[in-house]
């Protein structure tokens, strides 16, 4: 089964760090192109990050360049967002999710999602 | 910076048809995806560029996508189908998504 799992959310103090990870199964990780999308309590789906499955190429969405780093170790089958200097505005859920084609990037499979409060 | 623009509100009867539009720039010019989520859910991919269906989605979904504009079309709309529904796009290195719907069945 093609499946992924995040991992690694939790309360952290503002201006702290957290590092998520996502764990991949059931499909050739190294193959695949992944990105981070987020969703604020009662918001819509926000894009983070993404990493070319080779992480030749890296992009951060505005909000959070200079402050997340995205990563992935294909020998593990695991894809990593280092968050630091958290602002309250980064509260949310965030997803790992693969990349199906590479020319209109849709997004074909999705983690349960790991919830980052960020309050004092 | 790309923006999508979708209404934040669509009500349909059940068996009848419902559209659900996603507005950007050029949009047609791109491929377009959409997504469905339900409440405590992850998001479903039901559409892929443009108009292509995702094994497991049913016929009833379907997508279009012209001009500026394009087009999430659910026929025969079904009580299951109430969810959120989200368009995405590719432009300039960043994955943009609309704000989303919500699609409401009564």
């Known amino acids: 089964e093609v499946q992924l799992v995040e991992s690694g959310g939790g309360l952290v103090k503002p201006g702290g760090s957290l590092r998520l990870s996502c764990a991949a199964s059931g499909f050739i990780f190294s193959t695949y192109s992944m990105n981070w999308v987020r969703q604020a309590p009662g918001k819509g789906l926000e894009w983070v990050s993404f990493i070319r499955s080779s992480s030749s190429y890296k992009y951060y969405a505005d909000s959070v360049k200079g402050r997340f780093t995205v990563s992935r170790d294909n020998a593990q089958n695991s894809l990593y967002l280092q968050m630091n200097s958290l602002r309250a505005e980064d509260t949310a859920v965030y997803y790992c999710a693969r990349e199906w084609h590479r020319d209109s990037s849709d997004l074909d499979v999705w983690g349960q999602g790991t919830t980052v409060t960020v309050s004092s | 910076s790309y923006e999508l623009t979708q209404p934040p509100s669509v009500s349909v009867s059940p068996g009848q048809t419902a559209s659900i539009t996603c507005s950007g720039d050029k949009l047609g010019d791109k491929y377009a995806c959409w997504y469905q989520q339900k409440p405590g859910q992850s998001p479903v991919l039901v559409i892929y560029?443009?108009?292509k269906r995702p094994s497991g989605i049913p016929e009833r979904f379907s997508g279009s996508n012209s001009g500026n504009t394009a087009t999430l079309t659910i026929s025969g709309t079904q009580a299951m189908d109430e969810a959120d529904y989200y368009c995405?796009?590719?432009?300039?290195?960043?994955?943009?998504f609309g704000g989303g719907t919500q699609l409401t069945v009564l």
């Open positions: 995405q796009a590719w432009d300039s290195s960043t994955v943009i």
């Open positions: 560029q443009n108009s």
